[in-house]
């Protein structure tokens, strides 16, 4: 059983600190990773992919792959109330569905 | 212009009923999915077609028809609801079929509350 594990949170961060969102997974041989957020009520929305070790930004975001520990995380810079969500760590591997976690509710206080 | 949009966007009905949910992606892309997400947010896959063929069918009740007329639209088809069945529907699509690169995009969803 394919399995991707997220800390459930809340986690909270006062605006403007680093925001950091860890995500753990089961299958050594899982080659894409995803991470998507998703607003109360609302649809996920893909906010970042990685595929390869390393880190990889885009603007606020950090996205860091570690495939020898299994181990993808998300930073976020300069926190907004605006990014108070729930973010959904995902993981592909080869000709099977994509596995989410359950997801990380990260509260930012203002 | 929306990119995956779905129909209806909420839905009550009494447990028995049978109900259909609708979804389109003008992207252009070739698989597209249907996806769950219970109370507790966990979101699952149920279905995946890939141009108008199934590709993936988890366990899910044999009350729950896909059915893909092109590959711009993959409808959901439920018999017999049950109360177990309320929870949100989501559509997706992505270009590719598995493998690398599978980035989707979701639809705005369908909330299904069975009463």
């Known amino acids: 059983q394919k399995e991707v594990e997220q800390n459930s949170g809340p986690l909270s961060v006062p605006e403007g600190a680093i925001a950091s969102l860890n995500c753990t997974y089961s299958?050594?041989?899982?080659?894409?990773f995803f991470w998507y957020r998703q607003y109360s009520g609302k649809s996920p929305e893909l906010i970042m992919s990685i595929y390869s070790n390393g880190d990889k930004e885009d603007g606020r975001f950090t996205a860091q792959l570690n495939k020898a520990s299994q181990y993808v995380s998300l930073l976020i810079r300069d926190s907004q109330p605006s990014d108070s969500a729930t973010y959904l760590c995902a993981v592909n591997s080869g000709n099977t569905p994509l596995v989410f976690g359950k997801g990380t509710r990260l509260s930012v206080i203002a | 212009d929306t990119a995956v949009s779905q129909t209806p966007k909420y839905l009550v009905t009494q447990m028995g009923n049978d109900k259909s949910i609708k979804c389109e992606q003008n992207?252009?892309?070739?698989?597209m999915y249907w996806y769950k997400q219970d109370s507790k947010k966990f979101l699952k896959i149920m279905f995946s077609y890939n141009n108008k063929e199934l590709i993936i069918n988890e366990t899910v009740p044999n009350r729950f028809s896909p059915k893909s007329p092109d590959k711009a639209h993959l409808n959901l088809h439920i018999n017999s609801l049950e109360l177990g069945d309320s929870a949100v529907y989501f559509c997706?699509?992505?270009?590719?079929?598995?493998?690398?690169?599978?980035?989707?995009?979701f639809g705005p969803g369908t909330r299904l509350t069975v009463l």
């Open positions: 997706a699509s992505s270009p590719f079929v598995a493998g690398s690169y599978n980035e989707q995009f």
């Open positions: 299958d050594r041989v899982s080659q894409s």
């Open positions: 992207l252009g892309h070739d698989t």
